[in-house]
């Protein structure tokens, strides 16, 4: 009992009695954990004096190990699970503000689409009555030499400056 008076009680618990114990003292002091493995192997070695014993310690270090891998291994899926969340969290308020934004200007353009219409169908009567105001042009000036682009040229102007 003299392994037992040098180590403070939760190394015994490690290897004989409630688990739970360990857990708690690990969970409690993270910052300890790589240091206290170190004197849990150290305590374990301690008591090795027996062939059987040192198998029982073997497998029991083994599995310590494993525990603690398993739980930093869980600890990090964790992390990368808080993670993803975050990201997708981020993406859905871009997606969200970009909905609204084509929400709105969807909303915009089907305000102004009568008035749209409205100048669409002012603007072709305007061609209409220009074309037919060249044609009677030319048609009353059959011997005219205009070439016919700079008819449209002079077209297109004019429709420009009404436009404005």
Same mark, same amino acid.
């Given at each position: 009992?003299?392994?037992?008076?040098?180590?403070?009680?939760?190394?015994?618990?490690?290897?004989?009695?409630?688990?739970?114990? #360990?857990?708690? +003292?690990?969970?409690?002091?993270?910052?300890?954990? =790589?240091? =206290?493995?170190?004197?849990?192997?150290?305590?374990?070695?301690?008591?090795?004096?027996?062939?059987?014993?040192?198998?029982?310690?073997?497998?029991?270090?083994?599995?310590?190990?494993?525990?603690?891998?398993?739980?930093?291994?869980?600890? /990090?899926? /964790?992390?990368? *699970?808080? *993670?993803?969340?975050? @990201? *997708?969290?981020?993406?859905?308020?871009?997606?969200?503000?970009?909905?609204?934004?084509?929400? #709105? *200007?969807?909303?915009?353009?089907?305000?102004?689409?009568?008035?749209?219409? =409205?100048?669409?169908?002012?603007? @072709?009567?305007?061609?209409?009555?220009?074309?037919?105001?060249?044609?009677?042009?030319?048609?009353?000036?059959?011997?005219?030499?205009?070439?016919?682009?700079?008819?449209?040229?002079?077209? /297109? +102007?004019?429709?420009?400056?009404?436009?404005?």
């Amino acid at each position: 009992m003299e392994a037992e008076d040098q180590h403070p009680s939760h190394y015994f618990n490690l290897y004989e009695g409630d688990s739970s114990q #360990n857990d708690h +003292f690990n969970l409690q002091n993270p910052q300890n954990d =790589h240091d =206290h493995d170190h004197d849990q192997d150290l305590h374990v070695h301690d008591h090795c004096t027996h062939p059987q014993a040192s198998s029982v310690v073997i497998d029991q270090e083994k599995r310590l190990r494993r525990m603690v891998s398993n739980r930093e291994s869980a600890r /990090r899926s /964790r992390m990368r *699970k808080r *993670k993803q969340i975050r @990201e *997708k969290k981020m993406h859905v308020e871009q997606l969200t503000t970009s909905n609204y934004n084509l929400y #709105n *200007k969807v909303i915009s353009l089907l305000e102004r689409t009568p008035q749209i219409l =409205h100048e669409n169908s002012q603007l @072709e009567e305007k061609l209409s009555y220009f074309h037919q105001y060249f044609m009677e042009d030319r048609m009353v000036l059959p011997g005219n030499n205009i070439d016919c682009d700079i008819t449209r040229q002079y077209l /297109r +102007f004019c429709i420009n400056q009404l436009g404005k």
